[in-house]
């Protein structure tokens, strides 16, 4: 299959560069078996569930992990921190990370940040430790394929004695816009802490925001529970993999780039629950989706703890466990896009698009969304 067959014409004034209030944006309907469409509000979503639906939300929050260090000889450099490695016994901590420019970040090279924090860029092997977490490989049977070439190793430490980055990275860094979303500076601002983070965020770690769940409010999830939902959660650290360019030509050529999570014990039984009964589960993002059907492509149904996932999702796939999707607009040639039109159809979900561009939707992670059953 030939990436070029997910291209699709997008102009620049469809990209959203600040997000409607919570719980206004657009929302397109799609009936992945009749490409049928209708035209709604993300407020209309509690009507669209039925009761005993299992809404799946991604609870990772992103951590402001654009940062920028001076080293020796007072030159700046941008850092995206994009996972913590490990945190050592009795020291500092190791970070994988994407520099600009790279070249400067050479082994035994020390950064200066606020706060007292230095740096010291590691060789490159550093970064491609193996993670002490099962892996959910991309076709079950496969061993996880790592290609983090690109990427380097730095060694913290505060004041040369042993500290959690974590804490301190909100006076250190900001959010981690991507590069579509335009600012000042090129640095998220104020608005985007807040925007960029979803309201029931609570395990850290993500580089990017799972963006279907921006448009959720405290009183959406209190309507859909009231029209007979259950809420479940899952966290998958959005970093790499769900967001690296597709530069092969084939889509079979593309390596995704592994991501980690959690699935509680209360989810994988909650699941459980609703398949055997018969009830739909309802993923919010395609990282909601990559978490659950990468465990049950591996296990054969969604098992609970710690995971490492790189599973492709792309059309001719299987999927075991979601019935309906609640997603965003997503980039041409994208792995996202390919997820969403392995779950719908290619040609369904293309046609789709092409209608949100002509009635005006904003797409991206700021833009409108779309609900898939």
């Given at each position: 299959?030939d990436?070029?067959d ?25 009936d ?20 005993g639906d ?11 992990a654009?940062?920028?260090g ?8 941008e ?8 945190r ?16 400067r ?17 590691l ?9 002490p ?7 079950q049977?496969?061993?996880?394929r ?10 913290f ?15 250190l860094?900001?959010?981690?816009l991507?590069p579509?979303?335009?600012r ?5 601002d ?5 925007d960029?983070?979803?309201v ?26 009231a029209?007979?939902a ?5 966290t ?25 999570g959690?699935i509680?014990?209360?989810?994988a ?8 009964d ?6 919010v ?15 054969g149904?969604v ?9 492709f999702?792309v ?13 965003n607009f ?9 997820l969403?039109?392995?779950f ?5 979900v ?9 009635k ?5 992670s ?8």
């Open positions: 299959m990436v070029s997910f291209d699709f014409d997008l102009p620049p004034e469809a990209i959203a560069q600040r997000p409607a209030p919570r719980g206004t944006s657009r929302l397109m309907t799609l992945r078996r009749t490409g049928a469409t209708a035209h709604r509000s993300v407020a209309d979503l509690p009507s669209l569930l039925r009761a299992l809404l799946v939300l991604n609870d990772t929050k992103v951590i402001p654009r940062i920028f001076t080293d020796e000889k007072g030159r700046r450099t850092f995206l921190l994009v996972e913590r490695v490990r050592e016994e009795a020291g500092p901590e190791l970070w994988r990370c994407l520099a600009k420019p790279g070249r970040v050479k082994p035994g090279r020390t950064f200066f940040f606020e706060g007292g924090w230095e740096a010291t860029a060789d490159r092997n550093a970064a491609s430790a193996p993670p977490v099962p892996s959910f490989p991309s076709k049977g496969d061993e996880s790592r290609s983090e070439a690109g990427l380097y190793a730095l060694r430490t505060k004041n040369g004695s042993r500290e959690d980055l974590l804490p301190d990275l909100p006076a860094g900001s959010a981690p991507p579509y979303i335009h000042p500076g090129g640095v998220a104020a608005r985007d802490r807040d960029y983070q979803t029931y965020a609570e395990k850290p770690g993500a580089i990017a925001a799972p963006t279907a769940g921006l448009h959720f409010t405290p009183e959406l999830l209190a309507a859909a529970t029209r007979g259950t809420l479940a959660r899952v998958l650290h959005v970093g790499l993999g769900t967001f690296k360019p597709v530069k092969a030509e084939r889509v079979e050529e593309h390596a995704m780039e592994p991501e980690r959690v509680p014990e209360a989810t039984a909650a699941v459980a629950s609703a398949k055997k018969g009830r739909r589960v309802v993923a993002g395609t990282t909601t989706v990559r978490a659950l059907e990468g465990s049950a492509a591996a296990h149904a098992r609970a703890g710690p995971f490492e996932t790189n599973v999702l059309p001719g796939a299987e999927f075991r466990v979601v019935d309906a999707l609640m997603t997503h980039l041409p040639r994208s792995t996202l896009l390919m969403v039109s392995a719908a159809g290619r040609e369904r293309l046609a789709a698009y092409r209608e949100a561009l002509a005006g939707y904003r797409f991206f700021y833009g409108d969304a779309m609900f898939i059953a």
